[in-house]
């Protein structure tokens, strides 16, 4: 069921849902959480699209802040709320508001998404584009639990992540990280079966991509060896070389889609290592609404050695990026004992754990 609403208020929204609801006799019981995606009108369809999706796994009420400030002066002094309300089939498995800000009223979010928030449930806000510069000093961010921003999305994606290190609280996280998460648990656990010293890394994927540069960030701050930072063609992340005394351990996905494991000692295997969908990594961050440590400690480590896009220089495949060329021997905020996260070629005594 749909109801559009024009030049209305929260609680005429409220009333709508309610209305909606008995309409079709669905109750508001079973919705585990609050998702407010802050956007605008070029973004909103994907993005909602992708929450929906995720809220198969996950009901939710479905909150979309789209901004409407206005060009002229006249406009910009208008103040008018819109929405539409979506109950059942038309918002997954939860619920669904649209609402739409014009005017000064799009530079007061917070007061129109705060009534509208699931009574003591967890909230989490999601920028599918461009997010605030401090996730947890924005008004909506403020509401949230989990801060979900996205540094691929960025004008500058490497100055995203360095802006993210100097601003993080508890309950930040980046898409940029969670697109990792399968290299991660793959890389993980070919460690596990092979219990060698590691004395160094190659990361390779397409230019400026902000996920190639938070894995070789977590492998440098984890190992505590040098990585070094190669550009590929893509897609993505493309490929990762650990250098060990026995032989190298390398994971190979030049396809986007399927990978391919060499360990020493063991035979070349095929694993599914495809890119996801953003309903899919939605999905997977609001499994977890605890702060999540291992993307501070990784988005932290060694991000001052990080090039902006602005200050880069052409890169041609198989060559460090400026990252690599300027990495500098002294680690970021890591222990003294470890490595610095070298991302070039690697020159100096490694030290692995």
């Known amino acids: 069921m749909k109801i559009d609403l024009t030049d209305t208020t929260s609680a005429r929204i409220n009333a709508g849902l309610i209305q909606a609801r008995r309409a079709i006799g669905t109750p508001a019981v079973g919705m585990v959480l609050t998702l407010v995606i802050v956007t605008d009108e070029g973004s909103a369809y994907d993005a909602l699209k992708a929450a929906t999706e995720a809220s198969k796994e996950h009901p939710s009420r479905i909150l979309v802040v789209v901004k409407r400030p206005g060009r002229s002066p006249r406009d910009r002094a208008l103040t008018r709320l819109d929405a539409e309300v979506m109950v059942g089939s038309e918002a997954g498995t939860g619920e669904t508001v649209v609402l739409r800000l014009h005017g000064e009223l799009s530079h007061h979010a917070e007061s129109v998404v705060l009534p509208l928030l699931l009574p003591d449930a967890p909230v989490v806000v999601w920028w599918p584009e461009s997010g605030p510069d401090n996730l947890a000093d924005d008004p909506l961010g403020r509401l949230g639990q989990r801060r979900i921003s996205d540094a691929a999305s960025a004008e500058d994606p490497v100055g995203a992540l360095g802006l993210r290190a100097a601003t993080y609280a508890p309950g930040d996280t980046d898409l940029a990280w969670t697109r990792i998460t399968p290299w991660r648990s ?168």
């Open 186 to 353: 793959m890389l993980a656990a070919a460690l596990d079966q092979k219990h060698a010293k590691i004395s160094a890394a190659i990361v390779e994927g397409e230019a400026y991509n902000p996920s190639t540069e938070l894995l070789a960030l977590w492998l440098a701050d984890r190992l505590g060896v040098p990585v070094e930072r190669k550009v590929s063609g893509g897609p993505g992340i493309t490929g990762v070389h650990l250098n060990s005394e026995d032989g190298d351990i390398c994971l190979d996905r030049p396809d986007g889609a399927l990978a391919e494991l060499a360990m020493p000692g063991q035979p070349d295997r095929h694993v599914a290592l495809k890119r996801r969908e953003t309903s899919e990594l939605i999905a997977e961050e609001l499994r977890r609404l605890d702060p999540d440590d291992i993307y501070r400690a990784t988005v932290q480590f060694g991000v001052k050695h990080l090039v902006p896009a602005s200050s880069g220089s052409a890169h041609t495949d198989g060559e460090p990026t400026p990252a690599a060329q300027k990495a500098s021997p002294e680690p970021a905020k890591a222990p003294a004992k470890k490595a610095a996260p070298r991302a070039g070629s690697g020159s100096g005594k490694p030290s692995s754990k």
